[in-house]
């Protein structure tokens, strides 16, 4: 491809032309690409980055105050850029719609590595090194409406119907594997400045300062690798589509917004999505923060968070597969997935109020119930995303997600919002993650599922 927007076979139109009398055929060489896993891992390791990016400050938030005089604000702040990113989404939605994901993902590439490029500057002045750390984190969520959208796009461009959740899955979920990545390089390069061990001496703050100029430059460095990946190589779409959905014609841009928004079922599924997604989002940014009060450790907060996220990972993956082989039955496996995270939610709530419930706490506690609200949470990401796809077709997918993960980052940003004007007793948080569960929970029970993309390819394709 070369940094060409398209190849000649990719400007062929997507449907060959079909004789008369012949109607719901599959379309003309219908093929599922090879390379296909080549696109999804390029843009998953982009994701990954992302998310390490975003989520990097928040489980070293001691180690931050310490080297770069931040305050428990200021880290509420770096994490709210992620949410502030999306604000134009609508730029790179139409960006994606217009131009394809070619275009779009090169565009927040270059800001990642913009981003990435400012927050390493070694600057001696604290004061400037604090603004420019605060401007790389908000490059890097420019990125977020791309790379938090994109993944059902990409997949029924590239994946067969029986490999389209799996894939959806795959790279909608790599970002959230950046950030629980976070929770493990952060703590365990970058020392706590009150974690000594027995006759040592506590980490200078040049020495805590060293090791995180030591991950930003790393990560500057994976982001501008996988940058010059996608700029040699990275298709818009296959020359021939996979699918009947994927060559079947599409709403124009405007019409799909219009119809997102006055389509009462899908602002339903969408809200679901956004309290549940967007207040995990927000309280696993600030975790460390949140255990602090129950005596957890910085690295120990960090192994939670990151177990928390690699298990929502692993199993959405799973239940996205589970998903393709049996289709269908995307309700009924939210409805389990938001019932063990109200349940689990409350849980945890409930034990760190332990002064008031008298319940038991203990690492195992604080460990299981906060893991298993992340395992629920966060692998009902791609479920999400395949339900409000199937609930608006033919409502092209990267408007559909960026509107779904748009209202996600805006429940995120608000909770950060509030965050900063009450950051000491975050007993209010807990309660916040058991009614979003809640909430969602309801909405989903309510809702009233409809397949018309997995009825094309099901049934005009034969």
Known sequence: MGAASSTEAEREPLLAPTSAGTTNSQPVNSRVYGRRWLVLTLFSLLALMQGMVWNFWGPIQNSAVKAYGFTKSDIAVLVLWGPV???????????????GLRASLLLSAFFMLLGSAMRSIPLTDLHLRRWLIHGGQFLNGLAGPTIMSAGPYLSTTWFAPDQRAT????????????????FIVG????PAPNNSQTGAAPPSTAFIRNRIQLVLYAELAAIGLFFVAVLLYFPSRPPVP??????????SYRSSICRLLSNFRFLMIALAYAVSTGVIGGWSGVLDMVLTPANVSQVDAGWIGFWSIVGG??????????ADSIRGMLKLILVLMLAGASLSSTWFTLTCLSTITHLPVTAAILYTSCILVGIFVNSSVPIFF??????????PEG????????????????????????PTNLSWLNWCVTGSCLFSLVLVLFFRESYDRLYLDVFVSV
């Not at 894939?167 to 976070?182: E, K, P, Q, R």
């Not at 990972?313 to 589970?322: D, H, N, P, Q, T």
């Not at 408007?399 to 950060?416: D, E, H, I, S």
């Open 85 to 99: 990113g999306f604000f134009p989404w609508l730029l790179f939605m139409w960006l994606m719609d217009k131009k």
């Open 167 to 182: 894939a959806t899955a795959v790279a909608s979920l790599f970002s959230y594997l950046g950030g629980a990545t976070s």
């Open 187 to 190: 703590p365990l390069i970058v």
């Open 242 to 251: 996979p699918s009947v959905a994927a060559a079947s014609q599409r709403l």
């Open 313 to 322: 990972c692993v199993f959405g993956i799973a239940m996205a597969r589970f």
């Open 386 to 395: 395949e339900l409000s796809i199937e609930t608006v077709y033919p409502v």
């Open 399 to 422: 408007v559909t997600c960026g509107v779904v993960t748009f209202l996600g980052n805006l429940a995120t940003g608000l909770l950060l919002f509030f965050l900063t004007f009450y």
